[in-house]
């Protein structure tokens, strides 16, 4: 199993910024990797959202998965697959939103849970941590901070 972090300072406020990590079908808009991504709405407690995503992403080969959202607004946001299509055995993870004391500033944190179902050499595993995530990361940050642009004009 890996697991990795990695975080970057959002420019937006934190409800802003949960709006854009919780509006999963827009994600192949502003995230390279993803190819296509759909969203429906589930029963959930009071105080928390729940939603069923289904998402294609292209990595090194066209990956499918489905997975339970849970999201807890404006400070967390949390998934874990159930249908992986065999590639995994576990993928899972979420968003941590910390909005600074102006509640102009967030720093935005994510985690990621994976255990393969094959073998994945560690160069592939490492690109996929040292170069997708943070460009992905930098991607959520550029489509945050352009809505709290055009919300302030």
Same mark, same amino acid.
């Given at each position: 199993m890996a697991t990795t972090t990695c975080q970057i300072e959002v420019h +937006?406020?934190?409800e !802003?910024?949960?709006s854009v990590l919780w509006d999963v079908e827009r994600y192949?808009?502003? %995230?390279s990797d993803c190819?296509? +991504?759909?969203a429906r709405a589930l029963p959930s407690e009071p105080? !928390?959202?729940?939603?069923?995503?289904?998402m294609r992403v292209q990595l090194i080969r066209p990956l499918h998965y489905s997975a339970v959202m849970t999201g807890e607004r404006p400070t967390s946001l949390a998934w874990a697959a159930d249908?992986?299509?065999?590639?995994l055995q576990q993928h899972s993870g979420g968003w941590t939103i910390e909005a600074s004391t102006d509640r102009r500033t967030c720093m935005l944190a994510y985690e990621l849970t994976v255990a393969f179902s094959l073998?994945?050499?560690? +160069?592939? %595993?490492?690109?996929? +941590?040292? !170069?997708?995530l943070p460009t992905m990361l930098r991607q959520v940050k550029a489509r945050a901070e352009m809505l709290a642009r055009k919300q302030e004009t």
């Open positions: +937006a406020q934190p !802003l910024l949960w192949p808009e502003f %995230i190819v296509d +991504a759909s105080g !928390l959202m729940q939603q069923r995503v289904d249908d992986t299509g065999g590639y073998s994945i050499p560690d +160069a592939v %595993i490492r690109r996929f +941590a040292d !170069l997708n």
